[in-house]
T-cell receptor, first 112, second 117 residues
Framework: SQQGEEDPQALSIQEGENATMNCSYK?????LQWYRQNSGRGLVHLIL?????REKHSGRLRVTLDTSKKSSSLLITASRAADTASYFC????????????FGQGTELSVKP | GAVVSQHPSRVICKSGTSVKIECRSL??????MFWYRQFPKKSLMLMAT?????????EQGVEKDKFLINHASLTLSTLTVTSAHPEDSSFYIC?????????????FGPGTRLTVT
């Protein structure tokens, strides 16, 4: 079953602009992770934020987590054409056997 | 870093035949592996949790007799799609879990694209 819903489903921006993707989930989580997937390829782990953290940075990536609203956002600053990919959030829930459940994903297109 | 491989990366098979996909953790041991399925332009759907030495736990709606999972060792899990049909065509991704304290880490394989003709 899917846990998260992401919006927007698709996002098209110009190179240099910022891209923001949002993820909402339904149940309590232990951590939330963001992944990138280039078309037809495997997943690349971007960042993990624990349930007791509110914000985390990694290079041009900034992730926030609001457990009261059960939502997270991923911000990519100064986007590049190479950032074009699908982005998924995934939630880890211990009391469901430690499964990682993925959101629907956002398809990001960065135009040069 | 932890590496997970999948073999084959692509496979084409005829309807009615069975196909086996391997998932290996190359430089670590994994008591738990997961199998996901992904349709084009869709998200990953968890199919089952594979535990070394015991039966797999399947998600609701996944036919366990059609998708046979075997986790025979701490570095290998296999998914066998039996009596494949065109609707089984999909991208299958495995992941292996490393338990590092209170937060698990999961490492994903590169995926296997199955086409059933």
């Amino acid at each position: 079953s899917q846990q998260g819903e992401e919006d927007p489903q698709a996002l098209s921006i110009q190179e240099g602009e910022n891209a923001t993707m949002n993820c909402s989930y339904k149940t309590s989580i232990n951590n939330l992770q963001w992944y990138r997937q280039n078309s037809g390829r495997g997943l690349v782990h971007l960042i993990l934020i624990r349930s007791n953290e509110r914000e985390k940075h990694s290079g041009r990536l900034r992730v926030t987590l609001d457990t009261s609203k059960k939502s997270s956002s991923l911000l990519i600053t100064a986007s590049r054409a190479a950032d074009t990919a699908s982005y998924f959030c995934a939630t880890l829930i211990y009391n469901q056997g430690g499964k990682l459940i993925f959101g629907q994903g956002t398809e990001l297109s960065v135009k040069p | 870093g932890a590496v997970v491989s999948q073999h084959p990366s692509r496979v084409i098979c005829k309807s009615g035949t069975s196909v086996k996909i391997e998932c290996r953790s190359l430089d670590f041991q994994a008591t738990t592996m997961f199998w996901y399925r992904q349709f084009p332009k869709k998200s990953l759907m968890l199919m089952a949790t594979s535990n070394e030495g015991s039966k797999a736990t399947y998600e609701q709606g996944v036919e366990k007799d059609k998708f046979l999972i075997n986790h025979a060792s701490l570095t290998l899990s296999t998914l066998t799609v039996t009596s494949a049909h065109p609707e089984d065509s999909s991208f299958y991704i495995c992941s292996a879990r490393v338990e590092t304290g209170p937060n698990y880490e999961q490492y994903f394989g590169p995926g296997t694209r199955l086409t059933v003709t």
